[in-house]
């Protein structure tokens, strides 16, 4: 069989809403999955019958569904209880991210860079999946296929900024991606059928986006969003980790 060439878009017409491409079983665990696109990507994951068990996680949830990017504890004790039940741990789907928070707003100047909102996007957007890949990846199933996908942005993309501006959340999300791409060479030594990469979704609708969608600006319904991110990571193999790919399976300049 010949392997992919990662350097070629993604062939999403052999993609499967049943995600084929993972062997039967095993654990798929969706990160944020209270928000718009995690409660979907959750759904849908559970709908192709592909494993057997979904877990969801998020910081709106109580008990062991209990997970707070900026508490390692809770990201610790997450992991344990992945780990407790036994069964490989084929997807990690991190669907968790910040644009702006309360008073949090995106720069449009240098002048309105404030050293505390920028330590908040870099803690969620940066460091909370870092630390999700510190405690999951070496739980990732040692044969077979298996996939840890986080979604970045495109205007993480130090060679796609022509604007400007969003200084906070470019640089977090700059730095999640190379921390994704760092993390997939380590991985890729034990684990080389395994995929570490990032995701872009494109404009959806949800809390995150509702207040930036312009006229003329195509949005997505969360579900679509969340079937096309799945149709990308059935699409993957372990060639192409470190990769980052948008919604139509086409890779992004750094």
């Not at 996680?57 to 610790?76: H, P, Q, W």
């Not at 008073?103 to 870099?122: C, H, N, V």
């Not at 510190?134 to 205007?155: C, E, I, N, Q, Y």
Request: proline share 6%; net charge neutral; hydrophobic share 45%.
């Amino acid at each position: 069989m010949t392997s992919p060439d990662p350097t070629m878009p993604l062939d999403l017409t052999r993609s499967s809403p049943a995600l084929t491409s993972f062997p039967d079983g095993g654990l798929a665990v969706i990160i944020g999955a209270s928000g718009a696109i995690g409660s979907e990507v959750a759904r849908q994951a559970e709908a192709s019958g592909r494993f057997a068990r979904v877990l969801r996680f998020a910081r709106s949830t109580s008990g062991e569904g209990f997970l707070d990017l900026t508490d390692e504890a809770s990201i610790a004790k997450a992991a344990a209880h992945i780990a407790a039940t036994g069964q490989p741990l084929r997807l990690v789907f991190n669907a968790t991210g910040m644009l702006h928070d309360g008073d949090i707003q995106p720069e449009k100047s240098w002048r309105t860079l404030d050293p505390a909102a920028m330590a908040r996007s870099f803690a969620i957007n940066a460091i909370g999946p870092a630390l999700l890949m510190k405690h999951l990846l070496p739980l990732l199933a040692g044969d077979g296929k298996s996939v840890f996908a986080t979604l970045s942005a495109r205007v993480g993309s130090i060679g796609d900024n022509h604007l400007g501006g969003w200084y906070s959340y470019r640089a977090a999300k700059a730095a999640l991606n190379q921390l994704v791409h760092s993390a997939a060479i380590e991985l890729a030594r034990k684990r080389p059928e395994a995929a570490c990469v990032v995701l872009h979704p494109g404009t959806v609708a949800s809390r995150l986006s509702d207040p930036f969608a312009k006229a003329g600006l195509t949005v997505r319904p969360a579900e679509e969003a969340a079937a096309r991110l799945l149709a990308v990571v059935d699409a993957l193999h372990g060639q192409h980790s470190g990769s980052f790919h948008d919604a139509e399976g086409k890779e992004i300049v750094w």
